[in-house]
């Protein structure tokens, strides 16, 4: 696909704990990336955001972190963080638009926690995104249960801590399995799906 003059760039919604990055629960304090040596991302991960730029489609990253709301760290540390991610992720040739954060704990009744749509109807007011049709991948019930609500193409990858037989039990099933962003990515160019 040559998606690099189109007037109207594609965009895709990514997840970024278990997607772009390890999965931070189990092994690190609090089981969140409160710092940036917490921060690994996973094998084939800055190719497939370096494959997307190729094929102009936008990435927006949507991700909960209510650590700090729970005071685990601060939002300055998830500004640090972010702001390393981006620029790992520029220097391997792939760009993240803007990434979206809920900061917030499920007793905060905000309205941008996955499952709730907040934060992608916050990016899709700003850039113009008609979501309905558009990808979102992630590792978790959450991000499947967001997409389906704004009428996504769903997308799950194995790459996180949830397995294929968790995922079966879901009342929400995505629309797709794959085990990792890569094999994402490159799926969704072959059949120039986006």
Known sequence: MTGKSQSNPKFIF?????????????????????????????PGAIEALKVLKENGIKVVVVSNQAGVSKNYFSEKDLKRVNDLMMKEIEKGGGKIEEAYYCIHRDEDACDCRKPKTGLFERASKKYGIDLKGTYIIGDSNVDIEAGR????????????????????????????????????????????AI
């Not at 931070?24 to 040596?37: L, N, Q, R």
């Not at 294929?164 to 629309?175: Q, R, V």
């Open 14 to 42: 990514i997840d970024r704990d278990g997607v772009i990055n390890k999965d931070p629960g189990g092994w690190t304090e609090h089981s969140y990336v409160t710092k940036w040596e917490d921060f690994y991302f996973l």
């Open 149 to 192: 609500r704004l009428g996504m193409k769903t997308i799950f990858v194995l790459s996180g801590k949830i397995s294929k037989e968790e995922m079966e039990k879901w009342e929400e099933k995505p629309d797709y399995v794959f085990d990792d962003l890569l094999e994402a990515v490159n799926r969704i160019i072959d059949k120039g």
